[in-house]
């Protein structure tokens, strides 16, 4: 008889590790990096120091993975909101910029326990070479999108400045004091860069 999927080592470990990371978000959004408690994580989760240790090799591992699966669902966001503009007919490369950023926003407000915590800084060492990678393919997407305009292309400096606001305005966005502030905010800055990218 063969063992339902849930009990399955297969299936065991990844709830383990979607417990710990659960738990990790609290713990670390709560009391950020240093102060974390990786016996506080654990209890949490309900799992074993070992069982951290096996899925993530430490705490910088576990917050590294916290960031990284962060930025993914970020990235599927507004790579979903790109996919149904386009769906929908719209075919101008700002206006499809200017949904995925929207929906990047939005998720910086729908998430803003991670975005402040990454924000703050003082994670482990390295994060913020893997942050700035991130960046860094964050706005080769956005890159891409923005190269397909008819008239003149968006220069790269141009690129780099839309997705430097987009960044500090998700900061803004995730520290505002109620989400109707938050989405006043997410809108004006997105009005301004739509009024950037019609300038002649």
Same mark, same amino acid.
């Given at each position: ?8 080592? +297969?299936?065991?470990? @990844?709830?383990? &590790? #979607?417990? $710990?990371?659960?738990?990790?978000? /609290?713990?670390?959004? =709560?009391?950020? %990096? ?60 700002? +206006?499809?910029?200017? @949904?995925?950023? &929207? #929906?990047? $926003?939005?998720?910086?407000?729908? /998430?803003?326990?991670? =975005?402040?915590? %990454? ?70 800055? $997105? ?10």
């Amino acid at each position: 008889m063969t063992a339902p999927a849930s009990l399955r080592p +297969a299936g065991r470990a @990844a709830t383990t &590790r #979607a417990a $710990l990371l659960s738990a990790a978000r /609290e713990v670390f959004t =709560a009391s950020g %990096f240093a102060e974390a408690s990786i016996a506080e994580v654990v209890a949490r989760a309900g799992a074993s120091v070992g069982s951290l240790y096996h899925h993530f090799g430490g705490k910088g591992e576990l917050y590294l993975a916290l960031f990284d699966e962060y930025q993914h669902r970020q990235e599927e966001r507004a790579a979903a909101a790109v996919r149904t503009a386009r769906v929908d007919g719209v075919d101008d490369p700002l +206006a499809l910029f200017l @949904a995925g950023a &929207r #929906a990047y $926003l939005d998720g910086c407000w729908e /998430e803003r326990d991670l =975005a402040r915590l %990454f924000l703050a800084g003082g994670g482990p060492a390295g994060f913020e070479l893997v942050a700035r990678r991130r960046y860094r393919e964050w706005t080769r997407r956005n890159a891409a999108v923005l190269s397909a305009r008819e008239e003149e292309p968006w220069g790269d400096a141009l690129v780099l400045v839309l997705t430097t606001v987009m960044s500090e305005a998700g900061h803004e966005v995730a520290v505002c004091e109620d989400a109707g502030h938050a989405a006043r905010l997410a809108t004006d800055v $997105l009005t301004l860069v739509a009024r950037i990218g019609a300038a002649p």
